[in-house]
């Protein structure tokens, strides 16, 4: 059933290739080598990842500014689509709306030695609690990128902490949280076509304290305590909302994909994450259109 997931995350990543912009937050995208200067920041993209649970799929709206070369501000609106897999023994649901809105505060720093993009995203709970979509509390993340290329490869490092465990640049998580967490990625990118990246990385979740956690699989009906879930799975797979010890939101795996930018305006990626400490395999796509690009803004 697995490969079923892989066909068809694939399918939709040609098919939404015709008019989507990579799904990348906007800090991630700014960390592009073809930032520079003051501009027009407008993106429209989508980002999904596909696993036997089901499918979870964001798309987002982008508008902002960058002032100079080093500093920019970008405002945000996703909306998310759940798709339960009809080959689990879970009865999981579908739902879709608007998530929590964000504004990002970006300050990016370009050097010979290495390159450093620091990036603060605030969120509003517009989201709906009981579909997961939302903690149903403001949120802030604070996250540091560094890299330094060497020739074809890039070598890359992402530190952060946050009050929610966030999506990541190639993960939509199946859940939400809301607790004091550290967040890392470390990994390359390798140039092996002219247009074509190889990108590897692990990451880690490192909660500390109390956690809650909302599953977007589940319909919220009764809050429940403690890990609520069996060693290899996540309490997001057996209850709607958890409330419990660090170890419910605690995380580490490892992605592996490719990117590709065949024109100006279009990026695409396609790839694999597995996350170790809840057993999961996911399948994940994104695809996108810059129009700040496409309207020759100097930022991009």
Known sequence: MFKRHIMRGTLCLFVLSLGL????????????????GRGLIWYEGVMGTSSSLGSVTRFDSTLGYNFNHHFGVDFGAPVLFV??????????RSANGIGDVYTDLRFTFRNPAVNFVSNIRGTAPTGSTANGFSSGRATADWNNHFDRAFGGVTPFADLGVANT?????????????LGLTGHFDGGAGVRILPLVNLRA???????????????????RQASSTGPGASSGHGVFQTAPETTGTADIARDHGFSVGFEASPFHVIDLAIGYTRSVTFSLDTVYFGVGFNLARFFGSPSH
């Open 21 to 36: 912009y990579l799904g990348l937050s906007p800090a991630v995208r700014a960390q592009s080598k073809e930032d520079s």
């Open 83 to 92: 798709h339960s897999s009809s080959t689990t023994t879970t009865t999981y």
């Open 165 to 177: 465990v966030p999506d990541s640049a190639y993960f939509v998580r199946p859940y939400t949280t």
């Open 201 to 219: 990385s692990a990451y880690a979740i490192e909660p500390s304290g109390q956690q809650k956690v909302f599953s977007k699989l589940l319909t």
